[in-house]
């Protein structure tokens, strides 16, 4: 199975809002409803941020939220902190135990 | 609370077998659906799922790795060993070990290791 297709990075400014794609095929994004997204800042572990596609873990800010449309995940980020800045993974179920990881969006906060 | 914690060598050498442990609080192993999956990720690159070992023993590797990868638990001890064969400096990386409970998300993960292979 191929990685999910995340664009290498994307940029804002304190306050704007983002979206990162999270694209799959009808095998895996697609086809079930677990797609989840992971924070990850430099030298730390990753976090879960949004499960499920739209489901955010409790102690999550509400400014992040997610969405999926066909075989495209997104993950939108309003009113942009610097403290958001960090890398973004996907992640979905792709049939019994197969699960695939996107290659990661770098965010950078202006 | 839940909290998972890697351990193992820092450093090993190509062709020698790895062993790493997750030792694990907050949830049992023996509890209908608890999931421990292990991910690596090598400097500077995206995340690879590597293995998983279910609360009813059932385990599951990734295919490209299967035939150097071993999963097993020690649920009186909360632990979790992964063990990888034939080390190659590609293997090179940060190794971490995540709970997954009923759904398929991975959450919380343990602080990762990094793992050097030295040619």
């Known amino acids: 199975q191929s990685a999910l297709t995340q664009p290498r990075s994307v940029s804002g400014s304190p306050g704007q809002s983002v979206t990162i794609s999270c694209t799959g095929t009808?095998?895996?994004?697609?086809?079930?409803?677990?797609v989840s997204w992971y924070q990850q800042h430099p030298g730390k572990a990753p976090k879960l941020m949004i499960y499920?596609?739209?489901k955010r873990p409790s102690g999550v800010p509400d400014r992040f939220s997610g969405s999926k449309s066909g075989n495209t995940a997104s993950l939108s980020i309003s009113g942009l902190q610097a403290e958001d800045e960090a890398d973004y993974f996907c992640?979905?179920?792709?049939?019994?135990?197969?699960?695939?990881f996107g290659g990661g969006t770098k965010l950078t906060v202006l | 609370q839940v909290t998972l914690k890697e351990s193992g060598p820092a450093l090993v050498k190509a062709t020698q077998t790895l062993t790493l442990t997750c030792t694990f609080s907050?949830?049992?192993?023996?509890?209908?659906?608890?999931?421990v999956t292990w991910i690596r990720q090598p400097p500077g690159k995206a995340l690879e799922w590597l293995a998983r070992i279910d609360w009813d023993g059932d385990k599951f590797y990734s295919t490209s790795l299967k035939t150097r990868l071993t999963i097993s638990k020690d649920t009186s001890k909360n632990q979790v060993v992964l063990t990888m064969t034939n080390m190659d400096p590609v293997d090179t990386g940060t190794y971490y070990c995540?709970?997954?409970?009923?759904?398929?998300?991975?959450?919380?993960w343990g602080q990762g290791t990094l793992v050097i292979v030295s040619s």
């Open positions: 995540a709970r997954m409970g009923h759904g398929w998300e991975l959450d919380p």
């Open positions: 009808s095998s895996d994004v697609g086809a079930y409803n677990f």
């Open positions: 499920d596609v739209t």
């Open positions: 992640y979905s179920h792709s049939g019994t135990y197969i699960v695939l």
């Open positions: 907050g949830f049992s192993l023996t509890t209908y659906g608890m999931r």
